[in-house]
């Protein structure tokens, strides 16, 4: 892949937000790392909030299908202790028992709210250095950060995503089919923030493209809207 140029000047001193969104295997945190990397933007993967939420749940022996109004306490704190820096640090969050935590728990409106505000916190106290982000989940570019300076949906054709995904784990496949298929309907049809495309998203479709393809169409996108 070519290696991105980096960019320094940035349009004011609001730290400056790249909303992407998109279903498991579109590509979408490939892409947010790009740009992240070639426009020197720090890069925030939400559905590691939602993960990291998952295996305390798990790690805590709570039932996602049935929290009461004390776990919601001790969740709620949780979250905001969740630091920005080791977000990725537990393999176990890559595990697909996690993301079906992670999906079921995502449906629940106090646990958006929370993490939401976890993500505010972060983009208005921007770490010494920080001048923005580049933020991807199912619900930033909708309700997150409805006012990105680019907002980007990406997706590609089901059996594309699925081989991603089947590539990226050592877990067995047949799971990976019937869980993805699970998360994906349940993301997109719970009541609350389900993802959908934003009206003034630049769509990337990215079954029949190359990650260097992907990530130059991203990248021309964001020089027109954000500099
Ligand atoms: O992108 P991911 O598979 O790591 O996300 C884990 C779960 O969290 C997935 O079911 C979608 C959900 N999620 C969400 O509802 N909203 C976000 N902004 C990010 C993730």
């Keep these: 892949m070519q290696q991105p140029q980096i960019r320094q000047t940035l349009p004011s001193k609001t730290p400056l937000v ?3 969104d998109g279903p498991s295997g579109s590509g979408k945190g490939t892409i947010a790392g790009y740009l992240a990397a070639q426009f020197n933007l720090a ?7 939602y993960r990291q939420v998952g295996l305390y ?13 004390k776990d919601e306490e001790v969740i709620k704190d949780f979250i905001t202790t969740i630091d920005p820096k080791t ?31 976890w993500l505010y916190a972060q983009v208005d106290n921007p770490p ?14 909708t309700a997150v950060f409805p006012n990105a300076c680019a907002k ?6 089901e059996h594309v995503r699925l081989e991603r995904r089947k590539k990226e784990t050592l877990e067995v496949s047949s799971h990976i089919t019937r869980n993805m298929n699970e998360r994906d309907r349940r993301d997109a049809t719970r009541k609350i923030d389900p993802l ?4 003034d998203a630049f769509i990337i479709d990215t079954t029949h493209l190359s990650i260097d393809e992907a990530c130059h169409n991203a990248s021309q996108c964001v020089t027109e809207r954000c500099f």
Excluded: C
């Design 43 to 49: 890069h925030i993967d939400s559905g590691l909030i």
């Design 196 to 199: 959908t495309v934003a009206v």
């Design 18 to 20: 790249i909303a992407i």
């Design 87 to 117: 977000l990725d640090a537990d393999a176990r969050l890559r595990l697909e028992k996690t993301a079906n935590v992670a999906s079921k728990l995502a449906a629940l409106d106090w646990i958006r709210k929370a993490v939401n505000q």
């Design 152 to 157: 980007f949906y990406i997706t590609a054709d």
């Design 128 to 141: 010494e250095g920080v001048v923005g982000y580049v933020i991807d989940g199912r619900d930033i570019t």
């Design 57 to 69: 749940v798990m790690d805590h022996h709570l039932d996602p299908d049935d929290l009461s109004a």
